[in-house]
């Protein structure tokens, strides 16, 4: 085994999990790696000396130049606001450091163009945080369209739904402005990234993009509450996608049903150690959706517990990207999704967006 160290750039909520992901990794999937909890940046001293005594790295600082250039932090994770993206990244890939970045990549599709290609060009370990698609449940479904076992898809509906701003006297913030911060910019790019990784590729999309509440106590509201989005897949499946903050009674809907040929998958995060589904060869009499639930025999669940059914939850999420993130760095080998898969996500977000000031379908090559 091995050590190397970790600077975190944002203490908050993601670079919390981040901070307690590389603590846990080690012990949970005995990687070869062992993370070793470096510098911790924040916006302040005050906040950063905060983070640094609460999740026990060995230094902070409020200046991510600091933390980059420093010589015990051998890879970064940007857990910061997009805008800060690129310039982190492009810092760090320039020293030869791998990089691991909380999506959406970059605030913008140029942001997301530049940190591809030069993550691309440093040959360093680069990976983009899309923690939902890697439960076991979600793991287990890529498995089962990828094997064949509900023949060809010809349908895919998606949705990410939350009701944190479903309450019109809920007062507006930082969410309430700026395109990287509204829907389509924050709760979009994980079901646009779950439609990738289970069907491939969008070749285009129509959009309608609403906001529901265009004022808030405290100030207008001038992104989005609400989209969805109609789409054509290269393997010529049909879908839809479906996103919002305003989706009363839901906490965590991220969720999606595909139909095949010979069966048919849902899964709801809001179960998220279970995955229906329904095979058309079952016999008649028992033909229906069954409940699976996860277990050792499904992905990246036995680390985590040797009980089916037990379950995993959000932090463990986080782990496993923690444990794809070190493996792609001890191999050499791009681990999904890399900056160039977080690029396509900007893509189609680029092109549905469009599609909506157009009023036409747009073809996801034109981005």
């Not at 939850?313 to 977080?342: H, M």
């Not at 977000?349 to 909506?356: L, P, V």
């Amino acid at each position: 085994m091995a050590q190397i160290g970790i600077g975190i750039v944002g203490g908050g909520y993601m670079g919390k999990a981040h901070a307690v992901a590389m603590s846990a990794v080690g012990p949970v999937f005995n990687t070869k790696l062992r993370p070793t909890l470096e510098v911790v940046c924040a916006t302040s001293p005050e906040s950063a000396e905060r983070y640094r005594a609460a999740y026990g790295f060995e230094r902070a600082t409020d200046d991510w130049r600091v933390l980059v250039n420093d010589p015990a932090v051998d890879a970064v994770i940007i857990a910061s606001p997009q805008q800060t993206h690129r310039a982190v990244a492009e810092a760090a890939l320039a020293l030869g450091k791998p990089v691991f970045c909380e999506k959406p990549l970059g605030a913008s599709i140029e942001d997301s163009r530049a940190m591809a290609e030069v993550a691309e060009a440093s040959g360093c370990a680069n990976m983009v945080g899309f923690n939902y698609i890697r439960t076991p449940a979600s793991q287990f479904s890529r498995q089962l369209i990828k094997a064949g076992e509900i023949g060809d898809v010809t349908w895919f509906r998606g949705e990410h739904t939350e009701d944190f701003y479903a309450d019109p006297k809920t007062p507006a913030s930082w969410r309430t402005s700026g395109g990287s911060n509204g829907t389509m910019g924050d709760l979009a790019p994980h079901m646009i990234n779950a439609s990738l990784a289970l069907l491939g590729p969008i070749s285009r999309v129509m959009a309608e993009v609403e906001t529901v509440h265009p004022v808030r106590p405290g100030g207008k509201v001038t992104n989005d509450d609400h989209a969805q989005m109609m789409c054509r897949f290269e393997n010529g499946a049909m879908g839809h996608m479906y996103f919002s903050r305003v989706a009363t009674g839901r906490k965590m809907g991220y969720a999606y049903e595909i139909t095949g040929t010979k069966g048919a998958i849902r899964f709801d995060q809001e179960d998220q150690n279970a995955l229906w589904l329904y095979r058309m060869d079952d016999p008649e009499a028992t033909r229906g959706f069954r409940k699976i639930l996860t277990g050792p025999a499904h992905p990246d669940y036995l680390p985590f517990c040797q009980g089916p059914g037990h379950g995993t939850g959000y932090q463990d999420q986080i782990i496993i990207e923690a444990k794809d993130f070190l493996t792609a760095i001890e191999t050499g080998e791009p681990v999904w999704p890399t900056f160039r898969d977080g690029h396509e996500v900007n893509r189609v977000i680029a092109a549905a967006m469009a599609s909506f000031n157009a009023k036409a379908w747009q073809d996801i090559n034109s981005f």
